[in-house]
């Protein structure tokens, strides 16, 4: 069915982008009205609707994948975008993200308790000398939403540190990303570590931030480039053959 709730058509006036809006909006094209409630309730960091609401949708028969796609993920794609776009700023996010964390009591025991295998393992950190991390947990929040299982090195990791938690951990992706023009060059030195010491072609790696560009991230010889949490996922689903990959602009 296509999208009734009017603060959830009010939402997708943010999205400025056409082929955002549409990869936007096909994830509630088909949801039920009350995962679109529990978008907009997120969207807007009801923490305490969200958590009523999904407990509401999993009595009334919605499976935990089909609440986790269609009503938060698809609100958290929103939030990303706002955030990205300077719409939104850091408070906005985390109270968001708090909403989506009182959906997630309820979604992930049962996740657990079904014993699905992970789709694949990603590690991911902001690099050396950088302390912003609101982006990067968006983006982890998105990842293990999406049946990934991923491995958070906080800030201010090393090259070291990433190719140590790639080795110990058996992750076929790491994610890299900065805030600060000044760090940018660090995501470079960390893709010539494993180079050098022969773990490149073991690890698919993406890079993402504020200032970072699709030419930048070739240039350093990145797999690919996220602009935001959605693009990540999309991102890390095409290493593995899943879906789409969007169309970077």
Known sequence: MPVENEELEA?????????EEQHIRSLWDTADPLMQQISVSLIKGKNEDVYQLTEKALKDGFTANTVLDDGLIAGMAIVGVKFRDNIIF???VLVAARAMKAGMEHIEPILSASGVEPIGKVIMGTVKGD????????????????GFDVIDLGVDTSSEEFIEAVEENDATILGMSA?????????GKTIEAFEEVEMRDLVKIMVGGAPLTQEFADDMGADGYGKDAISCVDLAKSFYGIGELQEQT
């Open 11 to 19: 939402q997708l006036a943010f999205v400025t982008n056409p082929q």
């Open 179 to 187: 805030l600060l023009t000044t760090t940018m060059p660090n995501m």
């Open 90 to 92: 850091v408070p906005e």
């Open 131 to 146: 302390l912003h991390d609101i982006g990067k947990n968006l983006c982890i929040m998105m990842l293990r939403g999406a």
